[in-house]
């Protein structure tokens, strides 16, 4: 391999150190998952193309494969049968990993998900071709309860609350508020609304108000869907406030009944964390109850950052129905936004706790041994490159950041280089303070 | 999503009790990684082509990426300038990273990889087109000291002899032994000698021989080539049995005592881990050191589990060269063989240690709150899905292995589902026994 070598567009690549970042962020994501009682999955990177195209909007991200030396000869532009293509989300496979193994799986099925995902975009910030998502859903056959729509919020509060990151706040919704609001007014076609109302924070009010009349809608009605829009409340109060727009109908009461309860299980367990957000509408067409976005404090012009909501159709198989509720963390979109404004770091960029120093050549097993021995004990060691001067071998560790150097002789003695000191220790029974054991990751909030 | 669900050969998937087992596994891999001193690196999922494409034996495997709706007309079946494939390795996009980011590197670089990797070649047992593969590498400017490939084994004796699965045993070679010994013998193209001792195992001495005469070789030649890969010792003798056969060449004896050095480490350090395999040539013709493989006790048919060796011009860019020393643990082939097996089990299914209970859905807040007590002291807990009968409740954990139960109550209280025994609780302060905490994996030996 030679030369020439360019960093790829839109494929981030972290070095060490903030892969080690990245690593204790998924970990403790994971492990937050993990303590509601979400069951770990992974799915294969590919799925048929013709799953993934089901719906259309996104079929202009997707990669597709092709065997370099495939035996039908190769491809063309239209959609060869069996033609495989890479996931661009984790919700699309795990519908068809449900379908498919509905009859192994306990319901309600409650699983994460953290993996890599593909979309052919063409890059930007906060864009990228290969990113981490990071996935909860729980799913039932046939009906799924509300109330998980509730938990949800508690779940990535934990989550996100417990990683050094600024304070996120989680913006809910609800499908059925909306379409059953744009109905009680007598809009028909309440999926145009939807997509007006989605361009609020970009294009603003009066645009989308055009943009409404345009479509069909009257002046008193565009003011009320607008109205309705700029409902925001961290409490239950938005319902009442809803109810003085004056406008009634069945799904609108269900709604909102939901919503209230996902609001005050937050203000119950997690006060501060959600905000009823009347606005917030989400794009894809599948959502049907509850949505979620989330901002990052100080960051919200990068967008959301945690997103997802309530699905009844997403996995259907012949008679067979799997409502579900989920949500997805962008992870790697985080950290970048994070890493980009320095707002991350690590004590360390190695794992390293003690370098093992070698007297000379011959005598290398005595440390290879004394490093045998600290880890036996949990303590991560490596032994120098060399049988350098001391003085450079510590630098070898001051370079790594790593804090303890430690000298085999008649008696093995540990110095930690930040402070100089120095002491007889045994590696059978040493341990450093717990805090220098693994690499620390901080952030600047 | 919809009907004809069909896994697709050679992208296995597992159900989540065997994901909670293969996290373990991988998990347990990276801490050992960890305990080295290895950094953390992961590199994107695609590499341009051209790259791939430079170890011309391995292009039939490569899957190219197209975009569905590429600006430039899509593909022909010409390698495409700019255009991506999915790593078949973790190597090539290592020897990559190191070359586009040396200058923030530290030398010598210690990193681990733990990433899946695709190959489209035809699935068989034990062969996969997606798998996960557990690399470390160490890699440095110009020089690398020899002592870095007597580490190696030792890294993998802890990696794997720490898993719940069959002992292993780690075959050593190095590469100088070979071509000094055949240089020795005044052979000239010691590869293609090498590349007939490689099929060793598959067709047997004679017909290797009888390849060896057919490419050049005198009888007496062949008889040596072959004493020589006879040679097995789990110590430092095959060194005097080498020399008895009688063949001179600095090359060699440079190489026996490399290897002697490799054997004596291992010795010291992990007795019975290590045997001189004088076999052993790994068909790859970038090593040119210590080579690896890795047994299975017990399920020696299936080949190496893991494999690597020392490599001097994988990496180079100009006047910079980058000789290194790596191993890989084919993670996905050594779970389908024990998963095929029923030799690797999961305690239960799911992370949930405790199940609360529901009185009523008027009550469900109070479970949520206990859960939420229980989660703030480390213990994975779920609420029930509904305010069931408490034996249906109760059956709900029993179907996934979940130990307890807890009922909210005036006080509540907490039942050991296996042995029934029930006792009041308060969610702030109890704790389960350690080892009901997490699923706990364990092996059939």
């Given at each position: 391999m030679s030369s020439k070598i360019t960093p790829l567009s839109g494929f981030p690549e972290w070095l060490p150190s903030q892969r080690l970042i990245e690593q204790e962020i998924l970990g403790r994501v994971q492990r937050t998952f993990e303590l509601y009682g979400f069951a770990p999955l992974e799915t294969r990177a590919v799925e048929p193309l013709d799953q993934l195209l089901r719906?259309?909007?996104?079929?202009?991200?997707v990669y597709v494969l092709r065997r370099l030396q495939a035996e039908d000869g190769g491809t063309d532009d239209t959609v060869v049968k069996d033609e495989l293509g890479l996931h661009f989300d984790l919700t699309v496979p795990f519908a068809r990993f449900v379908l498919e193994n509905a009859g192994k799986l306990q319901f309600p099925f409650r699983r994460y998900q953290i993996q890599k995902v593909w979309r052919g975009e063409r890059p930007q910030?906060?864009?990228?071709?290969e990113f981490y998502q990071a996935d909860i859903d729980i799913v039932d056959r046939d009906t799924l309860p509300a109330h998980y729509e509730a938990e949800i919020p508690l779940v990535i509060g934990d989550a996100l609350g417990g990683l050094p990151i600024p304070r996120v706040k989680i913006q809910v919704n609800n499908r059925k508020v909306l379409e059953g609001f744009y109905r009680g007014l007598g809009i028909e076609s309440t999926e145009d609304v939807l997509r007006q109302v989605d361009k609020l924070d970009k294009i603003g009010p009066a645009r989308v108000s055009e943009g409404l009349i345009a479509g069909g809608l009257s002046t008193a009605q565009a003011e009320k869907v607008l109205a309705l829009a700029e409902i925001q409340a961290p409490d239950s109060g938005f319902a009442d406030r809803v109810k003085q727009l004056g406008v009634s109908d069945p799904l609108l009461d269900e709604g909102l009944a939901e919503l209230v309860r996902v609001v005050d299980t937050a203000v119950a367990e997690k006060p501060g964390l959600v905000v009823a957000d009347l606005r917030i509408a989400r794009g894809l067409d599948y959502y049907t109850g509850t949505v979620y976005e989330t901002l990052l404090e100080g960051y919200e012009r990068f967008g959301s950052i945690s997103s997802g909501g309530r699905y009844d159709n997403l996995a259907t198989s012949g008679r067979d129905v799997f409502p579900g509720v989920g949500i997805s963390i962008g992870v790697t979109r985080l950290l970048a936004i994070l890493f980009g404004r320095d707002a991350l770091t690590a004590s360390r960029a190695v794992p390293t706790c003690v370098l093992v120093a070698v007297n000379s050549e011959e005598e290398r097993p005595r440390s290879v041994a004394a490093a045998a021995a600290l880890r036996r004990n949990g303590i991560p060691a490596e032994v120098a490159p060399n049988a350098a001067k001391f003085g450079k071998q510590i630098r070898y560790a001051e370079r790594r950041g790593i804090p303890y150097v430690w000298f085999p002789g008649e008696r093995d003695s540990v110095k930690d280089i930040r402070s100089g000191e120095q002491a007889d220790a045994d590696a059978a029974t040493w341990t450093p303070p717990q805090e220098d054991l693994r690499p620390v990751v901080t952030g600047a909030v």
């Open positions: 719906k259309g909007e996104t079929s202009k991200e910030e906060g864009r990228y071709r």
